[in-house]
C-alpha cells in the first residue's frame, strides 16, 4: 500500500486468531466416550469367557483400571506420554502436570506460532480421547490372571506399569520419542497398546503360575451371551478407537473407519474356519474372539493400507489367531482369557502389514512404500523392530513388578480361595444369588416350582386327588 511519504510498504500479515473447531471437537469427544465404553465391553467379554465363581472379580480389574488410571492419566500420564521430548525417551512432567489449567483460548492441541488454531481441538479433549486409551491398555492385561489375582496386588501393579511403561512407551510411539523418530507407523495402537498390553500379560501370566487345576479341568466360558455381548461393545467402541485417531473428520477417517469393518468382518469368518476345520462346529465364542482378533490387527494399519488389504489381514489374523491360542498348552503358560493369543500376536500381524501393504496412495505419512507395493523391506524392517522394542520392554518391566509384588504385599491368591472363589475372597459377593428365595430351608427353586426337595413329583398323566378340607 502507498504511505504517506509516497513510497511503498508492505501490509502487516495479521496472526490469526485461535479457534476451536467444532466439528473436529465434536468427532473427539463422541469417539472419547465410545472408547471409554470399549473398557465395560471388555468387561463384559472377559467376564463371560471367565468361571462364575470369579467373574466380578474379572469385572472389577476393568473397572478399577477405568478408576485408577484416570487420575494418574490427568496429573502425570498425559505429560508424560505427549509432553515436549526430553531425551527422545520420555515428556517433560511439567508441561500439562494435573495442577495447572488449561482452558485459554490458545490452549488448542498442536497450536503453533505459525497455527494458533492447531487441529482446532481444546487440550482437554485430546487429553480424555488418550485418557481411554491408557484405560484400555490396562484392563487388557488383566485377562490373562483371572481367578487367582489378588485385587490389591493388580491395583498397585496396573498403576506402576502405566506409569513406568505405558506412558514412555506412548511417548516413544506417538508423542516424538525415538520408535516415532525411526519412522514406525502406529496409527492407533498396534504396538503402544495391544503388543504392550500383551507382552505384560505374558509376563504376568508367568510369575503367577497356573489356575489351581488347568489344564487338567476344563474352564469353559460360563455365560456365553456375556462374550457376544461385550464383543459387540468393543466392536462399536473400535471405530472411535481408530477413526477417531485421525482426530479430525476428513477422507483418512471415513479410510479408518471402513478398513475397521471389513478387518473385523473378514477376521470372524477366517476364526470360523479353523474351528469348523478343527473342531468340527463353529461356536459363537469362536465368532466374538474372531472379532476382537480383527480389531486388534487393524488397529495400527487402518489408515495405512487399502481396504482390499484390510480384508485380507482381518483373515489372517482371524487364522492364525485362532491357532495361536492353542500354544499355551504346549507351552504350559496359563494365559486363562488369550491375551497373548489374540492381542500380542494380533498386534504383531497388524504391525508388520504396515510393512507389507502400507501405501503412499492411501496416506501420505506411509514414506516407505510396503513390500507388496515395491518398496522393499525398509518399513518392514523398522516395524519389527519397534514391535520387538516394546515386547522385551513390557515383558521385562511386567515380570520384575510382578515378582516383586507377589514377594512382598502379596500376588498370587491362595489356593484355598482360589478354590471356593476369588469374588467371595477378595470381593464378599457372587455374580449369582442361588440361596433359597424364601429363606434356608424353603427349598428354593424347588419350593418356587412347587416341589419339595427329595420328593418325586408325580408324572405329568397321574391322576390328581383334590384335598377336601374339614
Known amino acids: 500500500m502507498l504511505s504517506r511519504e509516497g513510497g511503498f510498504r508492505l501490509k502487516e500479515a495479521s496472526v490469526p486468531e485461535p479457534t476451536i473447531d467444532t466439528g473436529n471437537t465434536a468427532w473427539l469427544l463422541i469417539s472419547s466416550a465410545i472408547v471409554l465404553l470399549m473398557t465395560p465391553g471388555l468387561a463384559l467379554f472377559y467376564g463371560g469367557l471367565n468361571r462364575s465363581k470369579g467373574v466380578l472379580n474379572m469385572i472389577m480389574m476393568s473397572f478399577s483400571a477405568m478408576g485408577l488410571i484416570s487420575v494418574l492419566w490427568f496429573f502425570y ?90 506412558f514412555p512407551v506412548a511417548h516413544w510411539v506417538w508423542g516424538g520419542g525415538f520408535i516415532f523418530d525411526l519412522g514406525a507407523l502406529d496409527f492407533a495402537g498396534g504396538t503402544a497398546v495391544h503388543i504392550n498390553a500383551g507382552a505384560a500379560a505374558l509376563a504376568l501370566a508367568i510369575v503367577l503360575g497356573k489356575r489351581a487345576g488347568w489344564p487338567r479341568e476344563a474352564m469353559k466360558p460360563h455365560n456365553v451371551p456375556f462374550v457376544a455381548l461385550g464383543a459387540g461393545l468393543l466392536w462399536f467402541g473400535w471405530f472411535g478407537f481408530n477413526a477417531g485417531s485421525e482426530l ?11 478398513n475397521t469393518q471389513l478387518a473385523t468382518a473378514a477376521a470372524v469368518l477366517g476364526w470360523l474356519i479353523v474351528e469348523k476345520i478343527r473342531d468340527g462346529k463353529p461356536t459363537l465364542v469362536g465368532a466374538s474372539s474372531g472379532a476382537i482378533a480383527g480389531l486388534v490387527a487393524i488397529t495400527p494399519a487402518c489408515a495405512f493400507v487399502a481396504p482390499w488389504a484390510a480384508t485380507l489381514l482381518g483373515l489372517v489374523a482371524g487364522l492364525v489367531c485362532a491357532l495361536a491360542i492353542s500354544l499355551k498348552y504346549k507351552l504350559g503358560i496359563d494365559d486363562s482369557l488369550d491375551v497373548v493369543g489374540v492381542h500380542f500376536v494380533g498386534g504383531w500381524i497388524g504391525c508388520l502389514w504396515i510393512g507389507l501393504f502400507g501405501t503412499s496412495d492411501v496416506n501420505a505419512l506411509v514414506s516407505n512404500e510396503g513390500l507388496f507395493y515395491g518398496g522393499g523391506v525398509t518399513q518392514l524392517g523398522i516395524q519389527a523392530l519397534s514391535a520387538l522394542i516394546v515386547t522385551v520392554y513390557s515383558f521385562v518391566v511386567a515380570f520384575i513388578l510382578g515378582f516383586v509384588i507377589n514377594k512382598t504385599i502379596g500376588f498370587r491368591l491362595s489356593k484355598e480361595e482360589e478354590v471356593d472363589g476369588i469374588d467371595l475372597a477378595e470381593h464378599a459377593e457372587s455374580a449369582y444369588d442361588l440361596s433359597p428365595s424364601g429363606g434356608s430351608g424353603s427349598g428354593g427353586a424347588f419350593a418356587m416350582a412347587g416341589i419339595k426337595p427329595g420328593v418325586t413329583p408325580p408324572a405329568e398323566d397321574a391322576p390328581v386327588t383334590e384335598k377336601v378340607s374339614g
Open 248 to 258: 479430525t473428520a476428513d477422507a483418512v477417517t471415513g479410510l479408518a473407519f471402513i
Open 77 to 166: 500420564g498425559f505429560s508424560l506420554a505427549f509432553g515436549s521430548d526430553v531425551g527422545h525417551v520420555i515428556g517433560n512432567i511439567g508441561d500439562y502436570l494435573g495442577t495447572k489449567t488449561f482452558l485459554g483460548a490458545g490452549d488448542l492441541w498442536g497450536a503453533s506460532d505459525e497455527n494458533p488454531s492447531g487441529t482446532g481441538i481444546p487440550l482437554y479433549v485430546f487429553m480424555a480421547f488418550q485418557m481411554m486409551f491408557a484405560i484400555i491398555t490396562v484392563a487388557l492385561i488383566s485377562g490373562a490372571i483371572s481367578d487367582r489375582a489378588k485385587f490389591g496386588g493388580w491395583l498397585v501393579f496396573a498403576g506402576a506399569w502405566a506409569t513406568l511403561v505405558y
